[in-house]
Each structure stands twice: as C-alpha cells, then as structure tokens.
C-alpha cells in the first residue's frame, strides 16, 4: 500500500517535500496519475503520494501587471466558464474545451497537463506560443521558470524534486492573438495527432508557433517562426523543426503532413478576428 | 383479433427502472457473504506458465485464495458443448492468446482482490508467435461448415464465373480489408456464482442466452442440467461477445467452489479485449463482371479471416454474396488462418457487416467504370428470386427501399467531378443492406391470474433493445388484455426455453411462441366459459365470442378472464406454446433488406471526414414497435459509422498484445460525430418467414454502411479506401 498524505495548504505541502520521502508523487486533479498507476505504469517508482487537490492558494484566475495569472489546481471547467479567460485569452478557454469530456474537465488541471509534460498535452503548445511564464515554489523558495526552458526531454520537466507548479502566468500583449487547432481522429474525446499553437501581431511581424505530437517535447518552432515572418517558406521550415513518429494514432508522414496544412490555415486566418477553430 | 398494441411506438416499459438504477445489472447483483475475483492475464501471446509467486498477494489481509493452474480445481470436463467457444480454465499451464486468464485471486472485497492481483507474479516462457495474417496465409484452410454460416458449405459455385468474367464488357477485380474489431458493449461481462450445496449451482451472468451458460457449465462441472440456473435480468448490450459463454463465466463457478463462498468476477474494460472474442480481419477479394448495361455476369467473392490456434470461428463474409444480385455465374469461398491470438466471435451482423462492405464497395467501383448510377446498376441486376438457392423469397422490399431511400435523401447521380462547400469536398454514395431472417424453437407460457392479470414467461435475454416491452405488447393483443394487465418476464433458465438472443432472432422466435402461448391461453379461458354453469357465457359458440380488455362478449353477455379464473377454484390457467422453424419454411429464401445513403464531407487538408447525413430505409417484416426499431436500426447505423471511420484493435505485432485497450484508444464515434441519421421502415406482410411475421432488425443497420461511406468518400475525393477504417491519413 503506498501511504497518501492529503494537504490543505502550502507550507503543510512543504514540509513534506522538506522530508523528501523516497518516491514522492504529486496527486492533483488525478486525470493522468490515475490511469498511470491503475496500468501500472512506473508504479514501483511510487513511494508517497502528496494530494494538494484541496489546497486554495493554488486555484483561481487573476488579472494583474498585464499578466492573465491562473492557479496550477485551476480546472478546465474552470477555465471554460471564466469570463476573464475568455475575454483575455479565449484561445485557452477553447483549448480547454477540447480536453477530454465532462468528467476530465472537472477534475483535470492546468498544472497537471504542465507537470505531466507529455508531448500530447493539449495545452502546451498554447502555453509556449503566449510565453507563460511558471512560477515554481518549495521550502527552498519561489522561482520563475518560462514555459520554453520548462520541458527538457521526453516527459522530462524542469521541476526540482521538492517543488510544485504554482501558477502560470500569460503576458497579454496589446496586438497580439492566440490561435490553434487541435487534430485528432474523432470529433471529441480524443487525444491529438498533432496540435499547433500560434501567436501572432498583425501583419505577421511577431509571430510564435509551437507544436505539440511531433517531437518528444512539446515543442516550439523557430525555423517556421522566422519564416513566418520573413514571408519564407513556412512549410520547409517547420519540417526542419519537427521529428514526428509513427504511433497508434498517427504516421509520420500525416503529422507532418497535416501539422504544416494547420500551420498555414492559422497564419493565413490571423488576419481575422477570433474565432473557435472550426472542428473537423 | 386484429393487434392494437403491437406496432404501437410505446417507450421501454423499463425505462424507468434503468434509469432510477433500479434495473440491477448482473455486475449489481447482491448476494450476502459474496467474494470477489479479479483475474490476472499472461502477457506473450503463446508459451508456457513457468511459475506463478502469490505468495505477497495470499498474506494480504482479506485474500481467500490465489487459483493458478498449479491448485485449481480440476473440472471433470474440459471439452464444451458443440458449437461453443473454447475456454482456457486454469486446467493446464499452456497460454495460447495475449490477455489470457492465468490466475485468478478471490478476497474479501473488490478492492483487496485488485490489490493482491498486482502482487501476483507471473513468469512465462515464451515461444515465437504470430498475430500477423501474411505470416500464415500460406497455412489457409477451408473451414468446416459451422453455425455461423448457417451450416452451409465454406465454397459455392454456380454457373462458370471464369467465363462470366471473360465475356464481361468491364471487370472489377481487388482486394478489401476490413481489421479486428472489439465489441465493447458498455456493460462489462460480469458473472456470480453461487453453489447451494456440492451439486447446485446458480448463476447471475451477462449474457445472450442462459440456456446456452446451463449447458456449458452442467457439462464441464458434470452436473444434471436442471441443477443449474442461470440468470440475467438486464444486458447492457451484447452484440455477440455474451453469446456465448468465455473463460471467466466457468472460471467464477470453479472460484466459487474452490472458496467455499459465493465468488463475483467482472472483467475490466481491457480483459474484455481478446478474451471475449471480437470481429476477426477479413481479407476479401471480389472479382466482379458486368455487360455494357451494368447486368453482372459473373460474381466471385473470396474470404479470408482469422481465428486462433484452438478454436474455429469463422466470418462468413462471402455469404453475402449468394443472396444479393442477379448473377448466372457466381463463386464464393471461405477460408481460416490461424494466428496467436484469442478466439474471434460474432459481432453484430458477423458476416454481412464485412462482407457488405467489400461487395458493395465493388459494385461501386464497377457502377463508377461503366459511368453508371450505382442505383441503377444495382437495379439492373435486382434478384427477384435468391440466385443461389433458386427460392422465391419470402417476401422482398429492397425495390421500394431504394426508392423511398433515394426520395427521402434526394439521391441525383452526379458523374462529374466532386463537389465542394465551404472549402470541404462533398460527396455522396450508397449501399445495400441485407442481414438473414433467423427463426429459432422458443417456448413461452401464458398464465392467467384471478386478478385478471396475465403473466407471461420466456427464457430469452433483453439486450437492451426491448424485449420486454415488444412481448409485452405482442401477450397483451395475444390473450386480449390492455398492456398494463400483462407482464412479461425473461432471463431465466427455470423458465420456457428460448433461443440466445443473438442473430436478430429473439424478436421472431420469442414472440412467435408468446402469440401462440397467449393465444392458446385466450381460447383455453374462452372454452372454459362457454363450459361453466355460472357463467353468462354458457353454451355459446367458442367462435361467436368477442374479446376485448379481458372481458369475453358474446349475443350481449360478458364474463372476464378473472372470473373464469375464481370460479375454476382460483388457480392460474395456463397455456405453453412451443413455436420453431418447420418444412414448409425451407422453401423460401428468408432475408431483410435496406438501403443505405449518405453524404459525407472531407476536409482536404486534415483527411477528417465527416457524415453529415445518413438515410437508411429497411423491410424487416412486421414491426413490432417502430420507437424501439428505429433505436436499434440507428444504433447500427452509428456502428456503421465507426466501422467505416474509426474502429479498429491494433496489435503490437512484435508482441501479440492488443495495445488498443481502452475506449481513450479503442475509438467508437462521439456524440460529436454522428450528425443526421435517418432510419425509415417499409412494413411487409410476410407469412412465411415465422408466425409473428418479424424478420429482426437488431444488426441490419450496421450491414452497408461502411460502404456507404467509403463510396462518398469517393465520389468525394477520387480516392477508393479498400482497407477499412478511413482514418486520415489514408485520404492525403
Ligand atoms: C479520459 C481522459 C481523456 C483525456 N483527454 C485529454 C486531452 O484531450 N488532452 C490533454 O491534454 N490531456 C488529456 N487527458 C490527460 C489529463 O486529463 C490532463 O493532462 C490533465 O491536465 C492532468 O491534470 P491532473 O490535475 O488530473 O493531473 P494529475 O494526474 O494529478 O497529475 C499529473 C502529473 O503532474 C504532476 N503534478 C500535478 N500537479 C502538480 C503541481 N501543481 N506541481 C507539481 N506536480 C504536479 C503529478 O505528480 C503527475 O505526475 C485525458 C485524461 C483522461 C483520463
């Protein structure tokens, strides 16, 4: 049995990250933790669970400095009907909406999509195209991480073995627009073949691209960037940035494929004002 | 009597049960002192249990037993009835499937037996294996004729097809794939078992047929038939994998035993890939001749699918074939492969979901070469009589079906290039459906209560379609009560034989013998009065009295049943029937058919496809409640769908695993994408086909879909999709 330590607050969280037991596991929302451990996968590596569902501090959604903030243990239910979110941000609000179903959305996390760094997770790339920004804390302190520094290698995060996810914080630039669209094989409750997130100034003079399924990594794009913005040949470019592989999902060839078709449909729609991504 | 009741669109009369959670499923079930099994399964795909160590799992407080192989009890019969799957019952230590039960852990509580089951550890010695069909094509054979085609012959020739095809003005002749499929019914297989005593046993299983779960499980623990009861009162669908019962069902009876308790075991979602069965892989070539004006010439149709190294399913994916077209020169052949993985079942409309899509994408293909209409190419060679067989059919509306499908969906052939709306390709197509009528020996008994109420039973399982609610309407305009005096009752082994629900035949079979049973009842009650000294009724003619909401009227006197009934002493009367297919049926050729349309759009730079719209018109004899027709015919058609577009159970090859095990992984269409579904009935007359006149309309929405929607594709996009499902990445 691996013994489950269920917190209320912060400091109560860090005195346990203080004690560092051997196997240490965050518990948040649950909704890839879970299913990880019921397919027993990295189960033996679990030595204690530290549940922070219930602590407050790390929920709720702010406007502050030109910062849109949003608590790590923020839901995607929460973001959906946040009328800041949507009014800053729709894009997150949208991309929110497409995670999972009902039941995942309520329990799902911001900070556990983050944490768990897969390369399919669907907010991601949106995170690096709006540079957020991830405040990390533990007993050693607070610091500021941006999201391009955060994800390291496949699964793989800059998160210390004592720290959490706090918060995440998106710059709202006056011009800038968030936009993306999400593949996968059916119209809702499926997990993407590939994702591509763009922020962009009019007339394409700032742009940000990031990927999500085609690199061990969620990944941002600067070859496609500086095409993009060069008036060069965006679809080359971004070839040189991905390395998609072939997995149950999808191909090689169709991720990068389809991934540079989505890519040009969003830069070429930047121009428009913003709209819920036409679903295929 | 005219039928008032039957036909009328009445909602589930346990809707409300199921959706109050009154409805107990059989994973639901309580029994007092029960135990709790979950199974461990082996990993490689073929090979021998080494060892098993339970010993962390048996110290865990709570755990009554770990069952390996080593110290199960041994059956007194391993061997299954005919016509029944092979189990794998912890009885030897050979593993021949990924996903096979290996060990089996009883506890205390649900939770503690999952527990101590990730303490069990399995070594296995693995030896090389196969799940790939090109590894062992060259090993292909031809199958006994079994039940799943009917008992027919695996080959079939008429006339000379090599000759039809030489002298066709224009051939088709390629290869279809259609891939292994999972059921996947929301319910899980669940079964308890409960000894009373060391030679009784009940069981409350998820299943399509009971009778079919007494008889497995008399044979193989060598008990008297009659010492074992089976139940199940609700099924959260089945669509073939509970046709038959699997390891777990056996595997629950033997714990049960073992323990000395009661023993409950439901699979999880990923123990119901493999070991209860699926759709085999189909490999399909279709050789297809036409003269100028679209009149086939020749038709060869060639199968092969696959089935596991013990046991012989086979997809009658040709049959299909033999019963559609017009056509003088005609083969069809199946044949088996044989592979490392578990044993492939039924799965709604086994045989004609796979088959239709390979011969109606062909005749699609041929419609496009001859430049024709695929609708008039069809009509052109339409089969007034079964071509094979040389039989009239029974009755035949597939003309009228593609009429009022073409009508109602607005079908206009359009030969030139696809059509494009809103930056997406837009094309149409069709495709015939057709699912055999089955008519199976039921039973049912009628009994009239003196409370003027009837109780009508049968041992046939309700799926989830409504079986209860349409013998219900069927008893109520049998005996001549209103629907809220009759109550039927199923799933029960205690109770009049009936056949497994399975091949659309329960409507048919079940309902034939309920008519007959009520029937018989109300002439029994009738003949009574008119021979009963109190009754107003004495000494009238049996013929001349007029029944209506169980008051018997006759030259302006009445009496009721419940009346008839108190003065025979109170005691119920009853009435059995037994109904069954006879000799005069053998003459006809018995089938439902359809038409399927669609349109469907394509997104040129994704490869998504979307089905905007799907119209299906279908002749399935009487209907017998057109509300809970229409669910089920749209329920096929949405499985339709996801043949076409989504589902699939993939394999890691390397390891003989089914990595697709999950509903996250295994696709099934969402909400999201199933938009305008259209089914319509032509209601027919038919006599012949069973004494209910009901063809079965449980899988017939499924056969012709996927079609459909390849041959939009198409017409879409110019690209012919031949292996099935059309995901994207096969249209860019
Ligand atoms: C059916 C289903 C459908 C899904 N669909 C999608 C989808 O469409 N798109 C998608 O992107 N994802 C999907 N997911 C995955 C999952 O829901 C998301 O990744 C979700 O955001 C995870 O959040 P959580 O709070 O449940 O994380 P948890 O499972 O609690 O945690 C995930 C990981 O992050 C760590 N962690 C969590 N919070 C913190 C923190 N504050 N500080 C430090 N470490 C932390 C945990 O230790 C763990 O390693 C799906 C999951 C399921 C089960």
Known sequence: ?280 | MKPTITGQPLARIDGHAKVTGAARYSAEVQISGVAYGVLVTSACARGRILAIETNDAEREPGVLAVITPKNALRLPDTKVPENDRVVQVLQDDRIVYSNQPVALVVAETLEGAMHAALLVKVHEEKEPATVRLDDEIKNAFEPEPQSASGKKSADQVRGDPARGLREAAMRIDETYQTPYETHNPLEPHATTAVWNGPDRLTVYDATQGVFGVRKKLAKMFALPTGNVRVLTKFVGGGFGCKGTPWSHVILAALAAKQVGRPVKLVLTRPQMFGMVGGRPLTRQRLSVGANKQGKLTALRHESVSTTSRFDDFLEPAASVSRHSYACENMATSHRLVRLDIATPTYMRAPGEATGGFALESAIDELAHALKMDPLALRLASYAETDPTEDKPFSSKSLRKCYAEGARRFGWAWNKRSPARADGMLVGVGMATSSYPAYFSKAEALARMLPDGTALVTSGAVDLGGGTYTVMSQVAADAIGLPMDRVRFDLGDSEMPEAPRSGGSQTAASCASAVLLAGRALRDKLVRMAVADAGSPLLGARPDEVLIENGRMTANGRTDSFADVVKRAGGAPVEERARAGPDEARKKWSLHSFGAQFVEVLVDPDLGHVRVKRLVGVFAGGRILNARLARSQLMGGMVWGIGMALHEETVYDEKIGRIMTRDLADYHVPAHADVQVIEPYFIEEEDVHVDPAGVKGIGEIGITGTAAAIANAVFNATGKRVRSLPITPDKLL
């Not at chain 1, 630039?173 to 968030?178: Q, V």
């Open chain 1, 1 to 280: 049995m691996i013994p489950v330590t269920s917190v209320k607050t912060l400091p109560e969280a860090y005195a346990l990250l203080q004690a560092r037991p051997p196997g240490l596991r965050v518990l948040a929302g649950g909704t890839d933790l879970m299913v990880a451990i019921n397919a027993r996968v990295g189960l033996d590596r679990i030595g204690h669970v530290l549940d922070i569902w219930n602590v407050r501090e790390l929920r709720g959604i702010a406007l502050q400095d030109n910062f849109l903030r949003i608590g790590a243990l923020t839901t995607y239910t929460e973001i959906i009907h946040s009328t800041l979110v949507n009014t800053q941000l729709p894009a997150l609000a949208a991309v929110s909406r497409e995670v999972g179903a009902w039941a995942i959305q309520n329990r799902g996390t911001l900070g556990g999509n983050v944490c768990n760094a897969s390369p399919a997770g669907d907010t991601l790339p949106l995170l690096l195209a709006a540079d957020a920004r991830f405040l990390l804390g533990g007993p050693r302190g607070e610091r500021t991480v941006v999201a391009e520094e955060f994800f390291l290698a496949y699964r793989k995060t800059a998160l210390g073995a004592d720290e959490l996810l706090l918060r995440v914080d998106f710059p709202l630039p006056d011009a800038a627009r968030l936009a993306y669209r999400k593949v996968g094989t059916r119209r809702a409750q499926s997990i993407s073949k590939t994702l591509i997130a763009v922020r962009a100034t009019p007339g394409l003079r700032e742009v940000r691209i990031a990927a999500g399924c085609v690199a061990p990594i969620p990944l941002r794009c600067r070859r496609a960037e500086q095409a993009a913005m060069s008036g060069g040949d965006v679809r080359a470019a971004l070839q040189l940035d991905i390395s998609p592989i072939n997995d149950i999902r999808s191909t090689i060839e169709y991720r990068r494929l389809v991934s540079a078709n989505v890519l040009l449909q969003l830069l070429k729609n930047m121009g428009t004002p913003y709209s819920l991504p036409g679903r295929p």
